[in-house]
């Protein structure tokens, strides 16, 4: 079934106008016309079931008929992504919405080599990204901050790992399972935050710089954790932990720490 993100308010009978491109792709791409039904949903009232009312050359009118599923969001957890190549940051947006990064926030370091990004054109591939993965928001992509300014607006609720390619890290899967309370170590609550309101840092194509590393290492509220003994492109790496982060903490159905490992 066709899935489409709208700004619009939701409830029975609402007209939704659609603009020349979703219409042009409802009606001249996927060949829908007058009467047929589709899936909306705006990142507030839940899914809604709705049939195209109008059709034209301009645009086309939707009319909402029933909720078809109720208003739900994945865990509270951002990605802070340093700004890299066009291509790869769009491809790290469409993957963050399909593991369900609540916000994708870009970051400028000392090392990206750009400071700016087309947000109108990542916001739109995150809408896409969303509606074809079945949820019921898009994750904000938020515009490029300086990564010092970013720490420095920080709010210490929000436990934030970054991933540390370069200094002795404990791996995130473990810090994850301890903070469920297995695999021993430092007391639970002291990782247990990083399972609740988080954020996972990657840093750009030529890593942190020392002085941001020492920063970062010095703040009360990050935690610098390893992706592995190898190198993984920003791409990678943000795509791995977010991964990490969902099988261990997040919605992919957690496995609790204590749950024997199936053979
Ligand atoms: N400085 C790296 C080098 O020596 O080539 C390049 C940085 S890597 C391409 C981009 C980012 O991915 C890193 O800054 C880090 O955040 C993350 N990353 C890559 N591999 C990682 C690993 N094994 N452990 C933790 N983070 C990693």
Same mark, same amino acid.
């Given at each position: 079934?066709?899935?489409? %993100?709208?700004?619009?308010?939701?409830?029975?009978?609402?007209?939704?106008?659609?603009?020349?491109?979703?219409? #042009?792709?409802?009606?001249?791409?996927?060949?829908?016309?007058?009467?047929?039904?589709?899936?909306? %949903? =705006?990142?507030?009232?839940?899914?809604?079931?709705?049939?195209?009312?109008?059709?034209?050359?301009?645009?086309?009118? &939707?009319?909402?008929?029933?909720?078809?599923?109720?208003?739900?969001?994945?865990?509270?957890?951002?990605? &802070?992504?340093?700004?890299?190549?066009?291509?790869?940051?769009?491809?790290?947006?469409?993957?963050?919405?399909?593991?369900?990064?609540?916000?994708? #926030?870009?970051?400028?370091?000392?090392?990206? =080599?750009?400071?700016?990004?087309?947000? *109108?054109?990542?916001? @739109?591939?995150? *809408?896409?990204?969303?509606?074809?993965?079945?949820? &019921?928001?898009?994750?904000?992509?938020?515009?490029?901050? #300086? &990564?010092?300014?970013?720490?420095?607006?920080?709010?210490?609720?929000?436990?934030?790992?970054?991933? $540390?390619?370069?200094?002795? @890290?404990?791996?995130?899967?473990?810090?994850?399972? #301890?903070? @469920?309370?297995?695999?021993?170590?430092?007391?639970?609550?002291?990782?247990?935050?990083?399972?609740?309101?988080?954020?996972?840092? =990657?840093?750009?194509?030529?890593?942190? $710089?020392?002085?941001?590393? $020492?920063? /970062?290492?010095?703040?009360? %509220?990050?935690?610098?954790?390893?992706?592995?003994?190898?190198? /993984?492109?920003?791409?990678?790496?943000?795509?791995?932990?977010?991964?990490?982060?969902?099988?261990? @903490?997040?919605?992919?159905?957690?496995?609790?720490?204590? *749950?024997?490992?199936? =053979?």
């Amino acid at each position: 079934m066709i899935r489409l %993100f709208v700004a619009d308010d939701l409830s029975p009978g609402a007209r939704i106008p659609l603009g020349p491109d979703p219409a #042009r792709y409802l009606l001249a791409v996927m060949r829908r016309g007058v009467g047929d039904t589709l899936l909306v %949903f =705006n990142g507030r009232h839940g899914e809604w079931r709705a049939r195209i009312a109008e059709a034209g050359k301009r645009g086309a009118v &939707l009319e909402a008929e029933a909720q078809a599923r109720p208003q739900t969001l994945g865990p509270d957890l951002d990605l &802070l992504i340093a700004l890299v190549k066009r291509t790869r940051l769009e491809l790290i947006v469409e993957k963050a919405a399909e593991l369900g990064a609540r916000r994708v #926030r870009l970051v400028i370091t000392r090392r990206t =080599n750009a400071d700016h990004a087309n947000i *109108a054109r990542l916001q @739109a591939i995150a *809408a896409e990204a969303a509606e074809q993965t079945g949820r &019921l928001d898009v994750p904000d992509v938020v515009a490029p901050e #300086r &990564l010092e300014r970013l720490l420095a607006g920080w709010s210490p609720d929000r436990a934030l790992v970054f991933c $540390d390619e370069a200094g002795e @890290a404990e791996p995130l899967l473990h810090l994850l399972v #301890r903070g @469920a309370g297995g695999g021993g170590g430092e007391a639970p609550e002291g990782a247990a935050k990083f399972r609740r309101t988080a954020a996972i840092l =990657n840093g750009p194509e030529g890593g942190f $710089d020392p002085a941001e590393r $020492d920063g /970062l290492r010095a703040a009360p %509220f990050t935690r610098p954790v390893s992706l592995g003994p190898r190198i /993984l492109r920003a791409d990678t790496a943000a795509i791995s932990a977010l991964a990490l982060w969902q099988a261990a @903490a997040g919605d992919w159905a957690a496995c609790p720490a204590t *749950a024997p490992v199936p =053979n």
